[in-house]
Structures are given as structure tokens and as C-alpha cells.
């Protein structure tokens, strides 16, 4: 079985998984999410094993089986009708399909020289921010305590901030740098995830604030890791993040 059709095999696995979620009793949905995302792991296993090699078997499997796991914890909070599922169902497909595509890329590109590979650092930085804003939103809609959502948040951004510092320079090993700046990334988007659980926003609000923090962040550290941390870039990534804080300022609920 070629590697393309390992991929397309995975997809359509995961995705069936996906659309049958909804017929699980409502108390086990979240155990069911929580094996297909482990599912995903062995499934992503098999569709990269011939290129992984060192570090790698841990870092592709990152994004893959977040985001698994942030459709579907997201899936709970959309209307469960027929319309529904199939679109969220196919959407993912094309989405696992994507990033299983990217991880090929990013696995070889660690060997060899490819010319996919910015086009693949492209799409795993949209899905990194893709997956952030799935499982943020899915946490704020729990309506937990502010350490909670600190802890929750902190959990799921590490890894995610790992892999997509990884995916700058493919080394063979986690490099300390990598490690501290994971850390610090992640702790920084924790405390702001604090600081929204007690400003009167939207769940959908909220979330889109964490996911905008991580786009800044993330962006500069990869561009500081590129050495491509120029003025233009900083204010580039600033503008966005000061126009995602006015909105907030905006559609707070002032007087509730």
C-alpha cells in the first residue's frame, strides 16, 4: 500500500469515527473522543512510519491527535443534526488529510531537502492555530475555575507550541531552546487564558483571544528561529494582536 493511500485509508477511518460519535450515549462521549484520538496516534504511526526517525516519531503525532481531539470535543458544542455531522465529518477529513500530508513533508525534510516544505510549514502553523481556537473555546464552555482553564491550557499548548517550533529547523532532538521557549509560550497564553475567564466576553470571544496570542507569539519566536525577526515583522504581528485586543475591548459586556 503506497503512503498516499495510507493516508486517504487513515482519514476516512478517523472521519467515520468521527461522524459516529454523535450516536454515543452523551456520558461517554468524551472517553470515545479521548480513544480516537489515540487512535490517531497509531494510525499516524502507520501512515509515516518509513520516514520517521528520531525525534520525529513523537513530534508529527503532536498536531494530528490535538487536533483529533479538538474537533472533537468541539463537535459537542454544534447542533447534533444529520447536516451537521456530515459537514463536521468531512471537514475533518480534509483537515487529518492535510496534516498527514504536512507531517510526510516535515518528516523527509528532515533528511533531505524538499521543496514542499514552507508551503507545509504554512498550512501546520493554520492548523496549530486551528486546533488552538477548538480546544480553548471547548474549555471555556466547560465554565471552569480560572486555574482550571490556567492548567487545561497550559496541558494542550505545550506540546503544540514544541511542534511548531520543531517544524522551523526538523533537528533530530528537542533542543533546549526549543524546551524553554515551549515553556515560556506556553505559560504566557495560560495566564491570558486566567485573565479572559474573568472578563465579560463570549465563550467564541475568549477563545479567539487566547488563539490570536498564540499567533503572535508563535509567529515571532518562529520568525526569531528563521533569523528572519525583522521591524516589519514585529509590527506586522503586533497590528494584529492590538486589533484583536480592541474588539475585545469592544464586545466586552461592561455593564453586566
Do not use: C
Amino acid at each position: 500500500m503506497s503512503k498516499r493511500q495510507k493516508f486517504i485509508l487513515t482519514s476516512a477511518i478517523l472521519s467515520l469515527g468521527m461522524f459516529f460519535v454523535q450516536e454515543i450515549d452523551i456520558n461517554f462521549r468524551y472517553l470515545v473522543i479521548f480513544i480516537l484520538s489515540g487512535l490517531g496516534i497509531g494510525l499516524t504511526f502507520w501512515s509515516l512510519a518509513e520516514a520517521l526517525s528520531g525525534i520525529s516519531w513523537l513530534t508529527t503525532v503532536i498536531l494530528p491527535t490535538l487536533f483529533t481531539a479538538g474537533v472533537g470535543y468541539f463537535y459537542f458544542l454544534l447542533p447534533q443534526n444529520l447536516l451537521a455531522r456530515i459537514v463536521i465529518s468531512i471537514l475533518y477529513a480534509v483537515g487529518i488529510y492535510a496534516l498527514l500530508l504536512t507531517e510526510n513533508i516535515f518528516s523527509v525534510a528532515a533528511i533531505r531537502t524538499i521543496q514542499l516544505f514552507r508551503a507545509a510549514q504554512a498550512v501546520g502553523f493554520i492548523l496549530t492555530l486551528f486546533t488552538f481556537f477548538l480546544i480553548t473555546d471547548t474549555i471555556f464552555s466547560l465554565g471552569l475555575n480560572f486555574y482550571d482553564n490556567f492548567f487545561l491550557v497550559f496541558l494542550f499548548s505545550f506540546p503544540l507550541f514544541i511542534q511548531g517550533l520543531w517544524s522551523i529547523n526538523l533537528e533530530n532532538h528537542l533542543s533546549k531552546k526549543i524546551i524553554v521557549y515551549g515553556l515560556f509560550l506556553a505559560l504566557a497564553v495560560a495566564q491570558i487564558a486566567v485573565v479572559l475567564s474573568f472578563w465579560p466576553l463570549t465563550i467564541t470571544i475568549r477563545a479567539v483571544g487566547v488563539t490570536t496570542l498564540a499567533y503572535v507569539l508563535l509567529g515571532l519566536i518562529q520568525a526569531e528561529f528563521q533569523e528572519r525577526l525583522f521591524k516589519q515583522t514585529i509590527w506586522e504581528y503586533s497590528g494584529i494582536g492590538l486589533i484583536i485586543l480592541v474588539i475585545l475591548i469592544f464586545t466586552t459586556s461592561w455593564g453586566g
